[in-house]
C-alpha cells in the first residue's frame, strides 16, 4: 500500500480557514481515511468567494491550483465555498453545475489526473450547518470558556438551505456574546462535530454532498486514480 498523500484545502474566509479542517479531520476519521490522505499542515488556501473564483473562465481558480500543486505529494483538492449567491454575472447560481465548472476546469492544470479535485458548496453557508446542530449546542461553553447557544435555543423548522438567509446573522442574533466569524466559527465547529448526527438528520443536501466528495477522494486513493468531481455529466453542468 501507497504512503497517505497530501489533501489540500480551498477556502472561502478567515473563518472557514480555521473551522472547516476540523470539520474535515472529524470525517476523515469517521471514513477511516488516515490511510490515504494527510491534511496539509498549512492553513488552508484562502480563494474568495465563488464570483470571483469563476471569473475570467476561472483563471483565479486555476492559479489558485496550480500553487497548489507545487506542494510536495498532492494527492487532492477539496474547494468549500459558501453557496448563498443568487446569481453570478447574470447567469442564476446553481451549486452542483458551478461546481462542476470547477471540476471541470480543474482538468486542465492536472486535476484528475495528477491529483483529484473535489468541490463542494455549504448551502446556504457553513453556518447552516452549525445552525441545524443548535438544539445539542444550546447550553454548551466553547471550547474557550465562553456561553455559546442559550439554553432552549432550538434550530429553525424546514430547509436550512432556504432560511435563513443570513446564518451568521442568525447566530449573531442568538449567540450569547454574539458571533464573529473569525473567532468563533471554529469553536462552534469544535462543538459540532461531536453532534454530526442531528446535521444528518436534516437530510442538507449539501452537507450530504460534503460527505459523498470525501468518500469519493478516499475511494480514488485506494483505487489509485484521480476523480475531478462532480462531473459535468453527472450535474448536467454546460462545459464553459
Known amino acids: 500500500m501507497s504512503s497517505p498523500r497530501r489533501l489540500v484545502l480551498f477556502v472561502e474566509g478567515e473563518g472557514d480557514r480555521d473551522a472547516a479542517p476540523v470539520l474535515v479531520k472529524k470525517l476523515l476519521t469517521e471514513q477511516n481515511a488516515w490511510t490515504y490522505y494527510f491534511l496539509d499542515k498549512d492553513p488552508p488556501f484562502l480563494v474568495g468567494d465563488v464570483a470571483g473564483l469563476t471569473k475570467d473562465d476561472g483563471r483565479k481558480w486555476l492559479r489558485m491550483l496550480n500553487a497548489a500543486k507545487k506542494k510536495r505529494n498532492l494527492g487532492a483538492v477539496l474547494l468549500l465555498l459558501d453557496g448563498d449567491s443568487d446569481s453570478i454575472r447574470k447567469e442564476p447560481f446553481c451549486a452542483a453545475k458551478f461546481a462542476a465548472r ?23 453557508e457553513f453556518e447552516s450547518w452549525i445552525i441545524a446542530g443548535a438544539d445539542r449546542l444550546a447550553g454548551q461553553s466553547l471550547p474557550d470558556g465562553r456561553d455559546g447557544l442559550p439554553v432552549g435555543t432550538t434550530s429553525p423548522e ?20 454574539g458571533y464573529k466569524e473569525s473567532v468563533d466559527q471554529v469553536l462552534f465547529t469544535q462543538l459540532l462535530v461531536d453532534h454530526l448526527d442531528v446535521v444528518r438528520q436534516r437530510s442538507i443536501r449539501s452537507f450530504r454532498r460534503l460527505e ?18 462532480p462531473s459535468v455529466e453527472a450535474t448536467g453542468a454546460t462545459r464553459r
Open 102 to 124: 470547477l471540476a471541470q476546469w480543474s482538468t486542465s492544470v492536472g486535476g484528475g489526473s495528477l491529483y483529484s479535485v473535489a468541490c463542494v458548496f455549504a448551502r446556504l
Open 212 to 229: 459523498s466528495a470525501m468518500q469519493q477522494l478516499v475511494a480514488a486513493a485506494c483505487s489509485g486514480l484521480h476523480i475531478a468531481s
Open 158 to 177: 424546514g430547509d436550512l438551505e432556504k432560511f435563513p438567509r443570513d446564518a451568521k446573522g442568525w447566530l449573531a442574533k442568538r449567540a450569547s456574546g
